[in-house]
């Protein structure tokens, strides 16, 4: 069967700070979010455009509809085209902002569809279709933080996504997951996917993790992150110095007294 999308080939390099080769014939076009490409071959030429160039015919207003839709949900209003405009085969390359893991995912043998965290995804063939989707109860999907907002990618392509930290892959046949909401990456069709309260008001306040879960259950394929960027960007604000030029150490005793000793 013929593809609709883009075959492009790709070699995955390095292990916790990787990138992702593409190689594309003449002609083939690979797209991305902004700024994700770390470096390209001669011959190969990119533009930045709205929308994802998978339905060309619906025109500008269409590709400004689903561009307004990215903006709101704080995605960039653009997206990168990178095509290869030479006469053999060229390389473009694509590094997520954060340590990390990348998983290629041939969309064909996902039955065409795939429902990713908003920041997860970072390129994907020509022809591929990224939209946004909500969680179907606003009221607890508010206030769900990373949960609220999902990308939906359709077509039959090579799409590339990144996991913070450690990637996990759980295989579900009508169990029940519980997932801090950061800590999703995505999930395949046939995969319920709801925000639940994190247990009693107690757990919710003094137990640090979080007010909302995301509860996956049903039949398919999720895949997990170990350090989401928010945990992460928590962490270093946490410990970041204040503005008065403080800071408080890798140890508070001895680090506050560190900084006595010398006359801070």
């Excluded at 999308?5 to 390099?13: A, F, G, N, Q, S």
């Excluded at 060309?56 to 405009?85: D, V, Y």
Aim: with cysteine; hydrophobic share 40%; proline share 3%.
């Amino acid at each position: 069967m013929m593809r609709r999308c883009h075959e492009v080939d790709y070699e995955i390099r390095g292990e916790s700070m990787q990138l992702v080769e593409v190689e594309l014939d003449p002609g083939e076009t690979v797209i991305a979010e902004a700024g994700a490409m770390t470096y390209m071959e001669e011959g190969i030429q990119f533009e930045a455009r709205m929308g994802d160039g998978s339905q060309p015919e619906s025109g500008f207003f269409g590709a400004l509809m689903g561009a307004g839709k990215r903006m709101l949900t704080g995605e960039s209003l653009f997206m990168t085209h990178f095509t290869n405009q030479g006469h053999g085969k060229r390389r473009v390359a694509f590094s997520a902002p954060y340590p990390g893991t990348l998983l290629a995912l041939d969309m064909a043998e996902l039955g065409g569809e795939l429902i990713l965290q908003k920041d997860s995804f970072l390129a994907a063939a020509l022809g591929t279709q990224i939209t946004m989707t909500f969680n179907k109860r606003l009221g607890t999907g508010f206030f769900g933080g990373e949960g609220f907002i999902m990308q939906k990618l359709k077509g039959d392509g090579m799409a590339f996504v990144h996991a913070g930290g450690t990637l996990i892959k759980k295989e579900l046949k009508g169990e029940t997951l519980r997932v801090d909401t950061g800590c999703l990456v995505g999930f395949t069709p046939g995969i319920d996917y709801d925000i639940q309260r994190a247990g009693s008001l107690k757990s919710m306040v003094f137990g640090g993790e979080g007010l909302f879960l995301a509860t996956l259950s049903g039949h398919g394929t999720v895949w997990l992150q170990s350090l989401p960027f928010s945990r992460m960007a928590d962490r270093i604000i946490a410990h970041a110095p204040s503005a008065g030029g403080s800071s408080r150490g890798e140890g508070s005793v001895l680090g506050g007294l560190g900084r006595m000793l010398d006359g801070d």
